[in-house]
């Protein structure tokens, strides 16, 4: 089954405890992205990936690191978490970039306390 | 600044019922897409747009690049289509990220 997986569904952590959120996807999508979702803020988007190794910043990248060595796998690294950054992260990707159908990973709920 | 409007932010209707969902913006864009997101969470890519007109099944999207301005459309309205349909625009210019509406919150009685 065609699908983007990412772990954990739900991460409690303390401020500064280094955490890595992973995404994967099996249809040997080039663009792989990340977004967060805040209550009156909407979607947000982190990171994103054209293909391997090549990586660049969305719209808030403050404090977030991604890596893309290869092609199925584009995990979200938070080094320092805040409190600021607890919020519901999505990770996507589609076939070639965002003029394409995005599927979406079913979330990471994270709470920084 | 670039921005992505959607109207109504709520919208409660009854079953059956036509449903129209808006969203404006502010920049030339290359796509634009309708995003579905149910309780709980989960979001679901409904349409990729970047001219004309999709359909599927019961879900219809337009799109009119002149007026900058998107409809999603729900034809026979149920219950199970109660969720918060998202816009969100690529610009064309490759230096702009991308922008999200802040969704419209549908609920379908029965």
């Known amino acids: 089954e065609a699908q983007v997986t990412q772990n954990p569904r739900y991460l409690i952590t303390v401020t500064g405890k280094k955490l890595t959120v992973t995404c994967s996807q099996n249809?040997?999508?080039?663009?792989m992205s990340w977004y967060r979702q805040d209550p009156g803020l909407g979607l947000r988007q982190i990171y994103y990936?054209?293909?391997?190794?090549?990586?660049d910043k969305g719209d808030v990248p403050e404090g977030y690191k991604v890596s893309r060595k290869e092609k199925r796998n584009f995990p979200l690294i938070l080094e320092s978490p805040s409190p600021n950054q607890t919020s519901l992260y999505f990770c996507?990707?589609?076939?070639?970039?965002?003029?394409?159908?995005?599927?979406f990973g079913s979330g990471t709920q994270l709470s920084v306390l | 600044k670039n921005e992505v409007e959607q109207s109504p932010q709520n919208l409660t209707a009854q079953e059956g019922e036509f449903i129209t969902i808006n969203c404006s913006y502010s920049?030339?864009?290359?796509?634009l897409h309708w995003l579905q997101q149910h309780p709980g969470g989960g979001i679901v890519s409904l349409f990729m747009?970047?001219?004309g007109k999709k359909k599927h099944g019961r879900l219809i999207a337009t799109i009119n690049i002149q007026e900058k301005h998107s409809s999603l459309h729900i034809t026979a309205s149920h219950p199970r289509d109660s969720a918060v349909y998202i816009c969100?625009?690529?610009?064309?210019?490759?230096?702009?990220?991308?922008?999200f509406g802040k969704g419209t919150r549908l609920h379908i009685l029965p």
């Open positions: 249809m040997n999508h080039e663009y």
């Open positions: 969100a625009a690529l610009p064309a210019n490759r230096d702009d990220k991308i922008i």
């Open positions: 920049v030339g864009i290359s796509a």
């Open positions: 996507a990707s589609s076939r070639t970039g965002w003029s394409e159908k995005l599927f």
């Open positions: 990936s054209m293909n391997v190794e090549v990586t």
């Open positions: 747009l970047s001219s």
